[in-house]
């Protein structure tokens, strides 16, 4: 999870809400498309990743979910400060959520990043509080393909430099930023001051897949 900046509404979420409506009028005419819009806006503010666990989402295979269900907060169904977009893995992120009313820790939370660490050898993340732990669960944040894609991006960092990998996951001005740009940026900090010892340990372990 990387901390989501969320930029202004856009201005027919409002109309909508001015008008009594709720998300669930989105899905029928004449308001269909803007599902879409939506999301092609979500997309562009999270740089292309999964608000949840980072993977690289297209307008195709994610969907714009609630972080506070649609069922608890009948009300806010058109807030956009609590809609981003994920992906459509069946078994992690908002659909494994589904329905679920639990408090998690949300991407748009300042202290987002620091809820997690992360085991770089074998891509697991883990809370740093129970909140973040019980986020993990919900959102089977370990499950085992996401962990695996994670180490295998480390690999293929392994090779650049610490400035250019910085900028893969940082730069604003980037419309896509690398996937699973929440592990990258942990290694990042982990090791600021080594780099040169990250590439060697992720080259060995590459040698020796
Ligand atoms: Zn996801």
Request: charged fraction near 25%; include cysteine.
């Amino acid at each position: 999870m990387i901390k989501i900046d969320k930029g202004e509404a856009p201005a027919f979420l409002r109309d909508l809400k001015k008008k009594g409506l709720s998300y669930r009028d989105l899905p029928h005419s004449p308001y269909e498309h803007y599902i879409n819009v939506l999301r092609k806006q979500l997309l562009s503010e999270q740089h292309g990743l999964c608000g949840y666990c980072c993977r690289e989402v297209s307008l195709n295979n994610s969907h714009n979910e609630h972080m506070k269900a649609q069922k608890g907060y009948n009300n806010k169904t058109l807030e956009y400060n609590n809609i981003i977009a994920s992906c459509n893995h069946e078994n992690t992120c908002g659909k494994k959520k589904h329905g679920d009313c639990s408090d998690i820790v949300y991407p748009t939370r300042e202290d987002c990043e620091q809820q997690f660490e992360f085991n770089e050898f074998d891509g697991s993340i883990h809370g740093t509080t129970d909140l973040a732990n019980h986020t993990v669960d919900v959102l089977n944040l370990n499950e085992p393909s996401l962990c695996e894609a994670r180490v295998h991006t480390l690999y293929g960092i392994a090779w650049s430099s610490y400035q250019d990998v910085y900028d893969q996951c940082y730069k604003e001005s980037l419309p896509q930023w690398l996937h699973y740009a929440d592990i990258v940026r942990y290694v990042l900090r982990e090791y600021k001051n080594n780099w040169q010892a990250f590439q060697q340990t992720f080259r060995g372990l590459y040698n020796n897949v």
